[in-house]
């Protein structure tokens, strides 16, 4: 496997519907084979000087590296937020038949 051609995409939504939005405008728009959303994460953060507190959902997105410029843009285009987060974490290794769904979700 070639390092780093596989990634992890981040990002945090207020609530349901922003989640749900997002995940299914990737996944149609074939930039991520797949989006988890994990409903129930509470984010403590600093924001303009406060702590803040805010309970989101988490979005794990499963998507080959190269597209992470186009993943981010539509991100930015469809969040909610003022700075949402927008977090690539590269996938060192994995099970090669599902590395290779990441790669062409079409052929299963």
């Known amino acids: 496997m ?3 051609r596989y ?31 994990l409903p129930i994460a509470k984010s403590i953060y600093l924001w303009k000087g406060k702590v803040e507190s805010a309970a ?10 190269r597209a992470y410029r186009a993943i981010q843009k539509r991100i930015l285009e469809l969040h909610p937020y003022e700075l949402p987060e927008v977090i690539a974490v590269p996938v060192a290794d994995g099970y090669p038949g599902y590395l290779a769904w990441i790669r062409d979700p079409d052929k299963t």
Request: proline share 2%.
């Open 2 to 4: 070639k390092s780093h």
């Open 7 to 37: 990634q992890l995409v981040l990002t945090t939504c207020p609530d349901a519907a922003a989640a749900e939005r997002i995940a299914h405008a990737l996944v149609s728009e074939r930039l991520a084979a797949c989006v988890n959303i």
């Open 56 to 65: 989101e959902q988490l979005l794990v997105i499963k998507s080959m590296a």
